[in-house]
């Protein structure tokens, strides 16, 4: 068998956007992704390239724009895009923009390099010189690269767009306005500069397997591209036939649509958690590879990890589950969880969600379970090394189907595990990173689970003050200043509040203070109400109250 040709030369943006080349961006690879941000920049980096000398740009140093990767055989033009889809099509916008403010004389020839021209007489269409996914393509020939669409194209309310046409309305609308600000002969030397100084590094090669895997590597080498392109790439690219590629593509683009970019790069690092159970030693990319290994069945991966696993996540960070019984119970602790100062439990919680979705009671039991064992190492400040052991185990535990509610499943307390949290809640609980979390937990079982907080603003108060003034009555209440130390922390002397504080207010003495710091919170927490129906607030009072706050977490997180 004789060896893959790879090619790579440098052209000149004439010669890209020429008959040498039409390219097609397959319907695998992600919608148009540049925002204002990344076309401003490239704009900007051409201007000032061209204010590097007056006259005739041919004495201007060159311009490197990077790399694209193609799927072409040498003897035809037609290309597939691998990678630089961003850049080939912001480009194109870019000429279609300078197209709108040039003479008649340059917008002609600007054309030219958008589209070959057809024939009228044999009814042979316009041939584009990039093609892009078949849902944009009629819309960018008419508002890109045809002319006078660009006019169209900023009239369209943007909200009416999905994301990719939003991008190509806001990027022309930048350009032009961006444009229109420079001098007519500068227009020119523009287009100029970028027809004939600037070049593309092409790299090609007839095989579809060693063209992914040249993007790989190029991109591996820290190219703007996220983890989930590279391993869309590689594993869309894996599939046999051009219509399951597209079929599948646009599996994977609709469970990112429905997470969002962000939700959905963090999707594949707890999968990659779920797959390997250990804390991760290498690059997202590298080990995605090594334990879930998606090209080796890419169809499997997409229809029995992927598909079910970005639903999960999605039920679960926007507690939206659906059912006919127990939702409103399974949100709840959605909600609970996703206040969790890390986010070790999600691997776990993905996992055991896609496997027993259409059975509520087992979720409120496994979640109730989960949460108990998030919160009580977060308040016991359990190091980052051994959650994610736990986790591990639990991830291996509910792959065996073991019974997860025996005594000895990582996902049970055990004995010490529970004293240690029960001690926590005991002592200086403001002093805590999570008191926030405590306290809204604490507040919400007090409520009898029918708090809802939805505040621009929470903290956590002491009633007590940790500096009292010297003549009122909370040094009257708490003569000495070990005996203040002793109670100013504790869990009977803290409370919530849902706005802003008024700073000089909290040295107030008691009963200015219930009046004037804590009105109209009343409605708004239990824990607060508490305090308003107390007439003084001795360290009688902080003891009593002290017992029954660290009790009701000891039922509700059964320690």
């Not at 889809?85 to 054309?111: E, G, K, M």
């Not at 001098?183 to 060693?210: G, H, K, N, W």
């Not at 019984?325 to 999600?346: S, T």
């Not at 919160?375 to 065996?400: F, H, K």
Request: hydrophobic share 40%; glycine share 4%.
């Amino acid at each position: 068998m004789s060896p893959t040709r790879i090619h790579g030369a440098e052209y000149t943006i004439g010669n890209v956007f020429s008959d040498q080349f039409f390219f097609e961006i397959a319907d695998y690879q992600r919608p148009y992704a540049w925002e204002t941000e990344q076309a401003g920049e490239l704009l900007d980096d051409l201007l000032t390239a061209l204010m590097e000398g007056p006259g005739s740009v041919d004495t201007l140093n060159p311009y490197f724009l990077g790399s694209i990767v193609l799927i072409k055989r040498d003897s035809a033009p037609d290309a597939e895009v691998v990678d630089g889809q961003q850049r080939l099509t912001t480009l194109t916008i870019l000429l279609a923009a300078i197209r709108s403010l040039v003479p008649p004389q340059y917008a002609n020839a600007i054309s030219k390099s958008l589209y070959q021209e057809g024939d009228p007489i044999t009814n042979r269409p316009n041939s584009y010189r990039l093609l892009t996914r078949k849902r944009d393509r009629a819309f960018f020939r008419q508002y890109i690269q045809d002319e006078g669409g660009i006019e169209q194209l900023v009239a369209i309310d943007r909200a009416t767009l999905t994301d990719s046409r939003r991008n190509f309305r806001d990027n022309a609308e930048l350009f032009r306005k961006r444009l229109t600000t420079v001098p007519d002969a500068e227009r020119i030397r523009l287009l100029q500069f970028i027809i004939t100084r600037c070049f593309l590094v092409v790299v090609s090669t007839p095989d579809l397997t060693s063209a992914y895997r040249i993007f790989s590597v190029m991109n591996d080498r820290g190219m703007d591209l996220s983890p989930t392109d590279i391993l869309k790439s590689e594993t869309i690219g894996a599939i046999d036939g051009e219509a399951e590629q597209e079929h599948y593509a646009q599996i994977w683009e609709s469970e990112e649509e429905d997470l969002g970019r962000d939700a959905f790069r963090e999707l594949f690092a707890h999968i990659r958690t779920i797959k390997s159970k250990v804390k991760p030693q290498k690059t997202l990319l590298e080990e995605f590879r090594l334990y879930v290994q998606p090209g080796a069945n890419p169809k499997k991966f997409i229809d029995e990890l992927l598909r079910p696993y970005s639903d999960a996540y999605e039920y679960i960070r926007m507690a939206s589950y659906v059912s006919s019984r127990r939702a409103e119970d399974v949100n709840k602790l959605f909600g609970w969880l996703n206040r969790i100062e890390n986010f070790d439990w999600v691997p776990p919680a993905i996992l055991f969600l896609s496997r027993n979705l259409q059975d509520a009671d087992a979720l409120v039991r496994f979640y109730t379970d989960l949460e108990r064992l998030a919160a009580s190492m977060m308040v016991t400040r359990v190091p980052l090394n051994d959650r994610l052991r736990r986790y591990g185990q639990l991830l291996s535990a509910i792959e065996s189907n073991d019974d997860l509610y025996q005594t000895s499943s990582p996902l049970q307390l055990t004995t010490e595990e529970r004293n240690e949290a029960l001690l926590a809640l005991s002592g200086d609980v403001y002093l805590m990173k999570p008191r926030l979390y405590v306290l809204l937990r604490l507040d919400a079982a007090l409520s009898d689970a029918g708090a809802i907080y939805d505040h621009g603003i929470l903290s956590v108060e002491h009633v007590l003050p940790q500096n009292p003034q010297p003549n009122s009555n909370w040094v009257r209440w708490f003569p000495t200043a070990e005996e203040r130390v002793r109670y100013v922390h504790k869990l009977g002397n803290l409370l919530l509040l849902s706005r802003r504080k008024n700073s000089s207010a909290q040295n107030y003495d008691f009963d200015r203070k219930k009046t004037t710091y804590f009105s109209g919170s009343v409605a708004n927490f239990a824990l607060t109400n508490q305090v308003h129906l107390e007439h003084t607030w001795t360290p009688d009072v902080i003891e009593r109250r002290q017992q029954v706050l660290v009790g009701t977490l000891k039922q509700l997180w059964r320690l």
